[in-house]
């Protein structure tokens, strides 16, 4: 079974519209973390927002925020007031405690914002 | 400069060529790995290493090899490259002081095995 599922291979936002970009992951460890990471058309991996799974509050950084519901095993994220610069490719990904700091990726999801 | 650096960023060559790629960081990170990206397959672990002692294979390791010279660096070598290692190769680092534990990745080396 797939660790980290990222259900929408691609998505339209219009500028300066939200957008909520869909991960849900699968872990029996009750300590775990949450990443979301940004890869632009240029390539390089951008780290953009964590959520530690005993963390009692959602993660925000900026535009960025972590929708995080533990029962369900979701961890969505959403861009508040899209930016063209937005454009990119999204991985969530995901470190299980025992894991050796390994990150498990999903699939991604490629995000257009249209002008 | 980059805090990871790859090199070569673009290579191409033939099958049954022996390549190596490499990754310097100046982050002073113990945790080093390396990643493969395909298109619509995300990013697969390949290996990875906790010091230069400490080598571990990840979920893709067969048809490749690394070599952990110094904390600074990890090296990932094809010894006899096929078409299907044609990919996108990252090289990323993380530090156990961490509390996150994210990773920061180097800009990437595109391999085309021809």
């Not at chain 2, 990754?23 to 390949?46: A, E, F, N, V």
Request: charged letters at 20%; one cysteine or more; proline letters at 3%.
């Amino acid at each position: 079974a797939q660790k980290i599922t990222q259900t929408q291979p691609g998505m339209f936002v219009q500028e300066k519209e939200a957008v909520t970009l869909d991960c849900t992951y699968d872990t029996s460890d009750p300590s775990y973390g949450l990443f979301w990471y940004k890869q632009p058309s240029s390539g390089e991996m951008i780290f953009l927002i964590y959520q530690g799974s005993y963390d009692q509050q959602n993660a925000t950084e900026g535009r960025y925020s972590l929708n995080f519901q533990k029962a369900r095993k979701s961890a969505n994220l959403v861009i508040s007031a899209s930016q063209l610069g937005d454009s990119a490719m999204y991985f969530c990904a995901m470190r299980e405690e025992g894991s050796n700091y390994k990150l498990t990726f999903g699939k991604g999801t490629l995000l257009t914002v249209n002008p | 400069d980059a805090d990871v650096t790859q090199t070569p960023r673009n290579r191409i060559t033939k099958t049954g060529k022996r390549i190596m790629l490499e990754c310097s960081q100046t982050k002073g990170h113990d945790r080093m790995y390396w990643y493969r990206q395909d298109p619509g397959l995300g990013l697969r672990l390949i290996y990875y290493s906790f010091d230069v002692k400490d080598i571990n294979k990840g979920e893709i390791s067969d048809g490749y090899s690394v070599s952990r010279q110094a904390q600074a660096k990890f090296s990932l070598s094809l010894e006899s490259a096929i078409p299907n290692q044609t990919a996108l190769y990252f090289c990323a680092t993380g530090g156990t002081g961490l509390s996150t534990g994210e990773l920061f990745f180097g800009e990437g080396s595109r391999l085309t095995v021809l």
